[in-house]
Structures are given as C-alpha cells and as structure tokens.
C-alpha cells in the first residue's frame, strides 16, 4: 500500500518562505504524476501545482504563480514545493497527491488516487 507523508508545514510571517516535502512510500509506487493542492479555512480544496515524474512537466495556479516552484527526486519518490513571498492568504493545509496517469483535468482532486495526510501552512501578516 502506498503512502504520502508531508513535512515542511509551520507558521512563517508574510514574506517568509517555507518549503513542503512530501515522500511516497509503499513496495509499488506507480505514479505518473504528483500534484499539491490546500484547504483553506471555509474553502474547497483548490489545486496548487503538479509535477510529472518523468519529464517534470509543471503546471501552477495563478494565484502562486512566480512564488511557488515544484521540485521533484525520483531516486528519493520525493517531490518538493518551496513557497516564497508567502501571503496570509496562503495559509490552508497543504496536501499532496499521486495520479496514475495522464488527464487534461490534472486540476481536480478527483483525479488523484492517493492523497497525503496534509501539513499546515500559516502566513501571519
């Protein structure tokens, strides 16, 4: 059974940086792709970035476009997201997730099959 663990959570004050980690694990591991996604207080899940394993494909939601970058270490099944210029706005539980394959609808949650216990991320202003 495969599983997603995410570090790298913490109160951090507006500006700040924080850099999220999240480590697959299990004997089979079949992933196309990794995305990140958060949960804001009062919000829906809202997708963030995704990454493919094997080209490193990314793709980032405007609203942390040119503050987030995703990262990812195949040999480690790790992938990373370092958060600069963090906002208050930012604040949520940051969740990781695995896909199996290819979808033009990578954005929604419902198409990752394995999910991480997600890590809090608070931005003070």
């Known amino acids: 059974q495969v599983q997603l663990v995410e570090s790298g959570g913490g109160l951090v004050q507006a500006g700040g940086s924080l850099r999220l980690s999240c480590a697959a694990s299990?004997?089979?591991?079949?992933?196309?792709?990794m995305g990140w996604f958060r949960r804001a207080p009062g919000k829906e899940r809202e997708f963030v970035t995704h990454?493919?394993?094997?080209?490193?494909?990314?793709y980032y939601a405007d609203s942390v476009k040119g503050r987030f970058t995703i990262s990812r270490d195949n040999a480690k099944n790790t992938v990373y997201l370092q958060m600069n210029n963090l906002k208050p706005e930012d604040t949520a539980v940051y969740y990781c997730?695995?896909?199996?394959?290819?979808?033009?609808?990578?954005?929604?949650?419902?198409?990752?099959?394995?999910w991480g216990q997600g890590t809090q991320v608070t931005v003070s202003s």
């Open positions: 990454i493919t394993w094997a080209v490193g494909s990314t």
């Open positions: 299990g004997r089979t591991f079949n992933s196309y792709a």
């Open positions: 997730a695995s896909r199996k394959s290819w979808s033009s609808t990578f954005y929604q949650p419902s198409v990752y099959d394995t």
